[in-house]
């Protein structure tokens, strides 16, 4: 079983709609959360961390579900330049080294 | 703040030989520097994590004798690719933290790299 699970889409959607994107990770000890997303070609770039209590910021909203060793990613009233991959970030320790365990991310095409 | 740069951004090689690739830290010291690579369709992978002033930490299955990782100041980490193969063609990404007990890494804006 891979360490951090996200489904690769593509979730094609239209312009205006609500997309909602979930990721389940294997280590019940990690310590911190991400959501990054990366363009074509491009690097990842931090989109939002994801605490406990959900964290919104603007049409993004993060949540977690530790019990449940689950994030979700929900994006409202969706743009096209909103169409990219989102990469589902988990950071653990392993041998006292910090490390970040990407997702292979959900590709978003948002369509006009 | 927190911009990190990548030099050079794409490099087309023969096969055979080596390429140097170089991660800055340009408005914050990074204690520790990471190598990703990428390969098309596929997830970041950590290739290594580069302490300032210490050998680096390898990943299960990356060689370091093909992947000589350098960290030499706070604000410098450099990846060669010795003796390049096609399969080594990919996106290399490297990314800094600069708290030591901080969790984010700020990436570069990575290196495609084509082997012939």
């Known amino acids: 079983r891979k360490e951090v699970e996200q489904d690769p889409g593509p979730f094609n959607v239209p312009e205006g709609a609500t997309v909602a994107f979930n990721c389940t990770y294997s280590?019940?000890?990690?310590?911190?959360f991400f959501w990054y997303r990366q363009d074509c070609r491009k690097e990842p770039k931090l989109l939002m961390s994801?605490?406990?209590s959900g964290n919104e910021d603007g049409r993004f909203t993060a949540q977690l579900n530790r019990a449940s060793q689950y994030i979700s990613l929900l994006i409202r009233d969706s743009k096209l330049s909103d169409s990219a991959t989102y990469l589902c970030?988990?950071?653990?320790?392993?041998?006292?080294?910090?490390?970040?365990?990407f997702g292979t991310g959900t590709r978003l095409k948002v369509l006009a | 703040g927190a911009v990190v740069s990548q030099h050079p951004s794409r490099v087309i090689c023969k096969s055979g030989t080596s390429v140097k690739i170089e991660c800055r830290s340009l408005?914050?010291?990074?204690?520790?520097m990471f190598w990703y690579r990428q390969f098309p369709k596929q997830s970041l992978m950590l290739m290594a994590t580069?302490?300032?002033?210490?050998?680096?930490?390898?990943e299960q299955g990356v060689e370091k004798d093909k992947f000589l990782i350098n960290h030499a100041s706070l604000t410098l980490s450099t990846l060669t690719v010795t003796s390049a193969h096609p399969e080594d063609s990919s996106f290399y990404i490297c990314?800094?933290?600069?708290?030591?007990?901080?969790?984010?890494?700020?990436f570069g804006p990575g290196t495609r790299l084509t082997v012939l």
């Open positions: 408005d914050f010291q990074a204690t520790t």
């Open positions: 970030v988990v950071l653990g320790v392993t041998s006292g080294t910090y490390k970040y365990i």
């Open positions: 580069s302490n300032e002033g210490s050998k680096a930490t390898y």
């Open positions: 280590n019940s000890a990690s310590q911190s």
């Open positions: 994801v605490y406990s």
């Open positions: 990314s800094a933290r600069g708290d030591p007990q901080g969790d984010t890494q700020y």
